[in-house]
């Protein structure tokens, strides 16, 4: 109506499915423009690309969680070996210190994803330079002969046997004075195993050789080598110290373990 003659100016009808028909068609058409764009090949083959892309993500980030669970699995036994040996408890199954030795050569391994092939490619490179670097007629016959038969290096130079090897004791090695600062050298070739320190022995190194041999190295002030590193026999890896509860002053605490057993070094170097 107009607001000043109040005479009527427009009219409208309205029924109640108007606005029911409203919203059907609305719907309806809603529906055919959806149909539409769906029947698209492009789009089509977009969607399913994209589904088996997500599916071939999700079972490979399967296979990595897997991978990684063993690898914890791996690390856990052998980090529990080690501490055994560390805290001088003899393993009694052969079986469980030859699991932990095997393990300890991949513990540097990774899930072999994308964003680490280069990582692996570059510590294989080095590996291989370090194993080239010692002879291979040197290794065949080192690993060929018998303890008593191999020249083991004695770790420290210039020192004196203070305690000898006495397992009723729970002492299952030897203590070998030195000058403090006097370089703790590896007996034998071998990939460090253990860099590390621990409450009662301090820096520790470990060492993993041929032969089924491990060597420790205990209370030292320093240490030279990180784990996973390969050394030469008579090389560097710690300088004497008094580190740890155990350590009442400066000196080598050193270990020889063979096939699972502690054996007293001095039978086997001449010290």
Avoid: C
Wanted: aromatic share 6%.
């Amino acid at each position: 109506m107009d607001e000043n003659t109040f005479e009527e100016v427009k009219s409208y009808s309205y029924r109640r499915w108007y606005p029911w028909a409203a919203i059907m068609a609305i719907i309806g058409l809603s529906l055919l423009v959806v149909a539409g764009i769906l029947s698209l090949k492009p789009l089509k083959a977009l969607l399913a690309r994209s589904y088996d892309g997500q599916s071939a993500e999700l079972l490979r980030l399967r296979a990595t969680t897997l991978e990684l669970e063993e690898l914890a699995t791996a690390q856990n036994l052998m980090i529990g070996n080690l501490q055994k040996i560390i805290n001088g408890e003899v393993i009694r199954s052969s079986d469980s210190i030859a699991k932990s030795l095997a393990i300890s050569d991949s513990v540097r391994m990774v899930p072999r994803i994308e964003e680490d092939e280069r990582i692996r490619s570059e510590i294989a490179v080095e590996d291989a330079l370090a194993q080239s670097s010692v002879p291979s007629k040197v290794q065949t016959e080192s690993n060929s002969r018998p303890l008593k038969q191999l020249y083991l290096v004695p770790p420290v130079s210039g020192g004196s046997v203070s305690l000898g090897f006495d397992p009723s004791k729970q002492h299952l090695g030897i203590d070998v004075n030195a000058p403090a600062g006097t370089p703790v050298k590896s007996v034998l070739a071998g990939h460090i195993i253990y860099a590390g320190w621990t409450l009662e022995t301090g820096n520790t190194v470990g060492i993993q050789h041929s032969n089924n041999l491990i060597s420790f190295y205990k209370h030292n002030s320093a240490l030279l080598k990180q784990t996973g590193a390969y050394i030469q026999a008579g090389e560097a890896v710690a300088i004497i110290g008094n580190t740890g509860t155990l350590s009442s002053g400066p000196h080598l605490h050193f270990e020889l373990w063979s096939d699972g057993k502690p054996v007293d070094p001095v039978d086997f170097i001449d010290f």
